[in-house]
């Protein structure tokens, strides 16, 4: 479901003529009404982006991203890790399980190689002090609690206003297993090593009464489904809208960037938009900005 917000009323990028026109693009997309002249213009952003350029990729179903972020994780050479989770529960019957794991966000298996993009579905043990759900990273290694030492060590003598350590989950009473290593940065533009044991996903509604996922809370994320980057603005984007199936699907993932010299749009339709506008988004724009 595309949620709405006074936000995407307001949002404003670059005033440029491209960006002009760019605005405009977008302004008819949401109302599911576009000219000629915004088909031209979407359709020209089908050229590929400059070779230096590495794009977020985003698909309008999960199969799509999974397929994609495989592909992506076997162009790394190296050997890849894979971490499974455990799943338990008692007294819940297997549908509510499903729907329980399907809740939580993380994989069954999960298979890393060094430099693997991967994003956090969880936060630090510090509350979130340096790592947030959603927080974007690198995989730079591998360790376990003795390496990890060494990690925190080096960090600390690196420069230790600008390096930080924090760990994400609890892991296991095993401390001979290799947790990964993410690099990433928190606000103010620090460095941040994280050490990314298994988290807990758990519902208890009573007395012998749970159902629980534990696993590593990462996943890849070279590409991502237009859901989940909604609210966020992206450096670049390649966008398949080859299998939109909901209104302001598009226009979510068309809005993530400033600059359209950011954008590649793949299996763009004007099918895909015109007449699909819903009339609740409608409303929602007519009452914000008078239209």
Same mark, same amino acid.
């Given at each position: ?89 008692? *007294? ?6 499903? %729907?329980?794991? +399907?809740?939580?966000? !993380?994989?069954?298996? /999960? @298979? ?122 992206? *450096? ?6 080859? %299998?939109?199936? +909901?209104?302001?699907? !598009?226009?979510?993932? /068309? @809005? ?36």
């Amino acid at each position: 479901m595309v949620t709405l917000t006074r936000d995407h009323v307001r949002a404003a990028g670059p005033q440029g003529p491209r960006q002009k026109a760019f605005k405009t693009a977008l302004a008819e997309v949401r109302t599911g009404v576009v000219s000629d002249d915004t088909v031209r213009f979407f359709q020209g952003l089908a050229r590929p982006l400059p070779r230096n350029v590495v794009p977020a990729q985003l698909f309008a179903r999960k199969k799509d991203v999974e397929t994609a972020n495989e592909a992506r994780l076997n162009q790394l050479t190296g050997s890849s890790t894979e971490y499974l989770a455990h799943d338990s529960m008692s *007294n819940f019957d297997e549908y509510e399980f499903v %729907k329980f794991i +399907e809740s939580t966000t !993380a994989p069954k298996s /999960l @298979s890393l190689k060094l430099h693997s993009q991967v994003v956090f579905l969880k936060g630090d043990n510090n509350k979130g002090e340096f790592v947030k759900p959603g927080t974007h990273g690198v995989i730079v290694g591998l360790a376990d609690k003795a390496k990890w030492e060494q990690v925190k060590g080096a960090a600390d003598k690196e420069d230790p206003k600008r390096a930080f350590t924090t760990t994400v989950g609890t892991g296991v009473k095993d401390g001979g297993i290799k947790w990964p290593v993410v690099k990433c940065y928190s606000p103010g533009n620090r460095v941040v090593y994280a050490w990314v044991m298994k988290a807990e996903w758990r519902l208890e509604t009573g007395k012998d009464r749970f159902m629980e996922r534990l696993q590593v809370p990462l996943r890849l994320c070279w590409a991502s489904s237009i859901h989940s980057v909604q609210g966020r603005t992206l *450096n670049a984007v390649q966008v398949d809208l080859s %299998k939109v199936f +909901e209104c302001g699907q !598009a226009y979510v993932a /068309l @809005s993530r960037v400033a600059d359209p010299d950011q954008l590649q749009i793949l299996n763009f339709r004007p099918s895909q938009i015109r007449g699909q506008a819903d009339h609740k988004v409608l409303d929602f724009y007519r009452l914000h900005t008078g239209v």
